[in-house]
């Protein structure tokens, strides 16, 4: 077991399956010259050329383009949207060209893309460059949504999304980009669709994925050690198509249930798995479910304010507290 960054992973994911398979290949703004804006695919140009590791123009719309019809011609394309934030610029190729192909087809044709979007809150973006996005995708039918949390999900995530026949969105948040975690050398498959039950507990469920899952590893700590309070924490790391029977599991089991992310709590994940909860098993829940997400506010370029309109520790300690009662 190596401990390697989360950018590093997801180079080796890359790696590994353009060595498998000759028909992947990405392309993005200055994948070749520059090596990703990130690092996360520097070294691929050296060693695939740049037939299968291309620069574009600054034109989201046209790589969502190329990269559908590319798929449709029977390559396996990773494209990069440099930030999360410029999905809207390419939003009807995503919309209605990227999720729909394969119903509107019949299913007579696949459409093996994955589109790769480094989103959240990191180093005063500001409010152009910090969003995350991921529950706009999860209204629209037609798309796998996957968001790692850690270097091993990172690269078993990416690797089954270049696998899978359906169009992929690869959430990366820019904050993990650096962080250092252990990976198995090899082969590393993580099944999309499959959340993880990351920390045992028997008090209270909390869901979370992405960075925001650090923080509230850290609050199950805080909670423990200061509350006695024994926290179950469950890694979604798939938003579409969701594990909700690992959540109801976990909810019949703690009889509380707090869901925290990242994203705008206004519209956000949390409120659907909420839903759902309540649809379908109201009757386990001894305490109202609390949802913890940022503020209904573009994000600041100042870092105090930056840090007040994200969740935080302490937001997460102070939500299972209040879900105790």
């Known amino acids: 077991m190596r401990n390697i960054s989360f950018a590093e992973a997801t180079l080796e994911a890359m790696q590994e399956e353009m060595r498998r398979d000759g028909r992947v290949f990405v392309m993005g703004e200055d994948i070749a010259s520059q090596g990703g804006i ?11 050329g740049r037939e299968r590791v291309r620069d574009t123009p600054i034109s989201e719309t ?16 990773v494209i990069d949207m440099h930030f999360a934030d410029f999905i809207g610029v390419a939003m009807d190729e995503v ?7 394969r119903y509107m087809f019949g299913g007579q044709a696949t459409l093996p893309l994955v589109l790769r979007a480094p989103d959240g809150v990191t180093r005063s973006a500001a409010a152009q460059h910090s969003q995350s ?15 790692p949390a850690n270097p091993a999900d990172a690269k078993g995530l990416l690797k089954a999304a270049i696998r899978d026949p359906n169009p992929v969105i690869y959430f990366e948040h820019k ?27 028997r008090d ?12 509230v590893q850290k609050a199950a700590e805080i909670l423990a050690a200061e ?5 179950e924490v469950i890694d979604l790391r798939t938003i579409v198509p969701m594990d909700m029977e690992t959540i109801y599991t976990s ?31 109201l009757e386990y829940l001894d305490a109202p479910i609390i949802r913890v997400g940022a503020a209904y506010t573009p994000v600041p370029f100042s870092p105090p304010l930056e840090k007040r309109v994200i969740p935080q520790v302490e937001d997460v300690v102070h939500a299972v507290l209040s879900a105790r009662w």
């Open 38 to 48: 990130f690092g996360q695919f520097k070294g691929l140009a050296e060693e695939f």
């Open 62 to 77: 046209a790589i969502v383009g190329a990269g559908i019809g590319a798929a449709l011609a029977g390559t396996i394309p």
């Open 95 to 101: 919309l209605n060209q990227m999720a729909k192909i």
């Open 133 to 147: 996005l991921e529950a706009m995708f999860l209204h629209i039918p037609g798309l796998k949504v996957v968001v």
């Open 175 to 201: 904050d993990l980009f650096r962080q250092k975690g252990p990976v198995p050398a090899g082969e590393v498959l993580t099944p999309i669709g499959q959340a993880a039950v990351v920390r045992a507990g």
């Open 204 to 215: 209270v469920t909390i869901v979370s994925y992405s960075a925001m899952l650090g923080k």
């Open 227 to 231: 509350h006695q309070i024994d926290a």
């Open 251 to 281: 909810v019949k089991k703690t009889k509380r249930l707090v869901i925290a992310h990242e994203a705008v709590k206004v519209g956000g994940v949390g409120g659907e798995i909420a839903a759902a909860v309540s649809e379908h098993i």
